[in-house]
């Protein structure tokens, strides 16, 4: 968006889950997607103000889709600097509705979690705690990274069968999580395993905050996009 919170496009992800276009919303000003009674709150225009002022902001509200329907989300919006010393503002927006995303973004007490965790039989999943030593993965990030066994718990990410995980920036990307506090939403990596095979993944993460027996843990979630590819 411009920042006056004019629009100038939307993702085919946001399309996707509400329904809108670029052609539906590009020049429009944002306020279309929030309810009447948050407009008349002038939550709008107190986001512009949070994220002109600090640099980025979050909330956690209704988005209005093209039909009208309010779908609860959260959303994380940060003031990026352009070309020529233009800038604009971009908004990330998680459909909280969508049964995965309730869970794997809504879900943050242990018991939760680990329900999260042990019901998912699709989506790879590993768990690290705040020095980067694996406490645990699922099946299906065994299965994704086809490998011979399960990481151990307590082992290294590099010690990880695997040369994605031997690499040490995607390791560095994993541990500046803990010291920025922001997480990787949606990252593309390409998983190399050897000259002809090679998967191409997306990387989301979320710190969980423990007692101060268990401290920091970071949740890992993979999802293998390859066949989306063009």
């Known amino acids: ?7 100038l496009k939307v993702n085919n992800a946001f399309t996707k889950n509400f329904g809108y276009t670029n052609e539906d919303v590009a020049g429009k000003y ?9 407009k008349e709150k002038g939550m709008p225009e107190l986001e512009l103000q949070t994220v002109l002022k600090l640099r980025q902001s979050h909330d956690e509200n209704y988005v209005v889709d093209k039909n009208g329907v309010g779908i609860w989300s959260t959303g994380e919006t940060v003031l990026v600097d ?7 503002v971009v908004k990330d927006i998680i459909n909280l509705q969508s049964k995965r995303q309730l869970q794997l973004f809504l879900n943050q007490t242990e018991e939760l979690l680990e329900r999260v965790f042990e019901s998912s039989k699709e989506t790879a ?14 099946e299906a990030f065994k299965k994704l990274f086809d490998l011979p066994d399960l990481p151990a718990p307590g082992s290294r ?4 069968e695997h040369p994605f995980w031997k690499n040490t920036m995607i390791r560095s990307e994993l541990t ?55």
Request: proline share 1%; net charge neutral; glycine share 8%.
């Open 82 to 88: 352009g070309s020529e010393e233009k800038k604009y």
């Open 176 to 230: 500046n999580i803990l010291i920025t506090n922001q997480p990787l939403r949606d990252r593309k990596y390409l998983a190399q395993k050897n000259e002809e095979e090679a998967k191409a993944i997306l990387i989301n993460t979320r710190v969980i905050e423990g007692n101060s027996e268990k401290g920091k843990r970071v949740f890992i979630i993979i999802d293998d996009v390859t066949s989306q590819q063009g």
């Open 1 to 7: 968006m411009e920042c006056d919170g004019t629009i």
């Open 125 to 138: 999943m590993m768990i690290v705690d705040g020095s980067m030593k694996v406490l645990k993965a699922n």
């Open 157 to 160: 990410l590099g010690q990880i």
């Open 30 to 38: 944002f306020g279309l997607f929030f309810t009447t009674k948050d």
